[in-house]
């Protein structure tokens, strides 16, 4: 393991608190007015004094080489590049305050200019989505690994290095909480400029890059425009937009949780959350991707989420279903939609086709309320996260967090694809999600 390693070290809080008063000072007698006695000058001062304490917050962040980057024929120049990314967009996360990703790349080419954009736009989206959320969604430490799996060489003279990604999180709402993440591909490419490197190209398999990836290639046909900058903007701005309209939704839902009443669905047999919570928490690891070998592995296709999903209620006792013609079950990779126990049917590892098994299957197996409250939640139950009008992704949730009000405040999750232990649902850049609320199973 390589010892090298870069902090973002707070400031003082001392000098920082010193900066602050005197500013606060300054303002208040810009501010004073003499006529009403002063009051526009104290609104400023209290309204400063109440943002003093989150101004001084010290968070320490810290990214780790986890392996030597010259085994691989690269010098530490390429890794200080790198790290220095990394450094910076966990800074920006934490205290969702954005920061200059593109001082990073060349951007006297135009190809890494606009993969620049991308960037900072996928970083300006997540933090734009995370402050719109009720809970607070800074970081009181994060702490993350870089593994480097390949580097490879480019006719260009640049290289490409591809990267893991792990991360344990304490979000400020729940510091007590160790939210982690792993297996999150990155793509660098990189060219020597002197001494240094800069980015020419960065690819990210997270929610929140590929969103904006995606609606970008759908804007644009692939062919990109004399303006990046602007369609990116246009494109963050109505996605979150939509956030908004999602997250006021689900805030009134929170309010109404208390109220709702359970479904009526018979079914004579409970299903043991435990014992999928208990899977869904084996199958996860804080550093490396792990996964059960005695199932299929489909994250080269789409994404483990579902399938990951699937073995928990399964490992919960709901049983395969291959009876009538909403099935589920695995028993191979195969697509087979027979009424026999061969084969797969696609509800095992399709979200959007889990869901339609939910809510249409009648008989035999699974019994779930498709549409309940979304704070109607437990451990066991599935939520599903969609954006741009598409169910994209599978968690099951493994606790219910509870504010001092006694209301659900949030979820806590276990995910595959990424993979993710304890994470809040709140943090994920898909901005729209659905309950899946298992009851049991029928003979």
């Known amino acids: 393991m390589s010892d090298k390693k870069q902090t973002v070290q707070p400031c003082s809080k001392l000098v920082l608190t010193i900066l602050i008063l005197a500013i606060v000072f300054l303002e208040g007698l810009a501010a004073y007015d003499f006529v009403s006695g002063g009051a526009l000058a104290y609104e400023n001062w209290s309204r400063s004094f109440r943002d003093l304490e989150g101004l001084t917050e010290a968070r320490e962040i810290t990214v780790t080489a986890r392996n030597d980057i010259q085994s691989f024929g690269l010098d530490t120049a390429a890794e200080d590049c790198i790290l220095s990314y990394m450094s910076l967009y966990f800074d920006s996360v934490a205290s969702l305050e954005e920061q200059d990703l593109t001082a990073l790349y060349d951007l006297a080419d135009p190809q890494a200019a606009r993969a620049a954009a991308i960037d900072q736009t ?150 043991d959350r435990g014992a999928a919570v208990a899977y869904a928490m084996e199958w996860v690891d804080p550093l490396t991707v792990k996964r059960n070998p005695d199932w299929f592995l489909y994250d080269g296709y789409g994404g483990n989420c579902n399938n990951f999903i699937s073995q928990c209620l399964y490992a919960g006792g709901i049983p395969m279903d291959w009876d009538g013609y909403a099935q589920w079950k ?96 709140s943090a994920y850049a898909y901005y729209d999600f659905r309950l899946i609320h298992v009851l049991g199973w029928n003979d």
């Not at 933090?127 to 580097?151: E, F």
């Not at 007590?176 to 990189?190: K, P, Y």
């Not at 970008?216 to 425009?225: F, L, N, Q, R, W």
């Not at 095992?348 to 299957?361: K, R």
Request: aromatic share 10%; hydrophobic share 35%; charged share 25%.
């Open 122 to 271: 996928a970083l300006s989206y997540l933090i734009g989505v995370r402050a719109l959320q009720p809970n607070d969604l800074k970081m009181d430490a994060c702490s993350s690994g870089v593994t480097y799996v390949n580097a490879v060489p480019q006719p260009d003279g640049s290289v490409q290095i591809e990267v893991l990604e792990d991360q344990v999180v304490n979000f400020a709402f729940i510091p007590e909480v160790d939210a982690s993440s792993t297996g999150i591909r990155h793509l660098f490419t990189l060219r020597k400029d002197g001494d240094a490197y800069r980015i020419v190209a960065h690819e990210k398999e997270e929610d929140g890059y590929l969103l904006i990836e995606e609606c970008y290639e759908k804007e644009t046909g692939g062919a990109d425009p004399a303006n990046v900058k602007e369609v990116l903007d246009q494109i963050k701005s109505s996605l979150l937009e939509s956030a908004r309209a999602a997250i006021d939704y689900q805030n009134a839902q929170r309010d109404t949780a208390a109220d709702s009443k359970a479904a009526d669905k018979p079914h004579a047999h409970p299903y």
């Open 330 to 425: 695995w028993f191979d990779d195969e697509v087979d939609t027979w009424n026999q126990p061969s084969g797969r049917s696609p509800a095992w590892a399709g979200v959007e086709e889990f869901y339609n098994y939910a809510e249409n299957n009648s008989g035999f197996g699974l019994v779930a309320d498709v549409h309940p409250n979304l704070y109607a939640g437990e451990p066991g139950d599935v939520l599903q996260y969609g954006a741009t009008g598409e169910w994209r992704h599978s968690v099951i949730v493994t606790d219910v967090i509870y504010g001092e009000d006694g209301r659900v405040q949030d979820y806590l999750i276990n995910s595959n694809t990424t993979d993710r232990i304890s994470y809040p649902a």
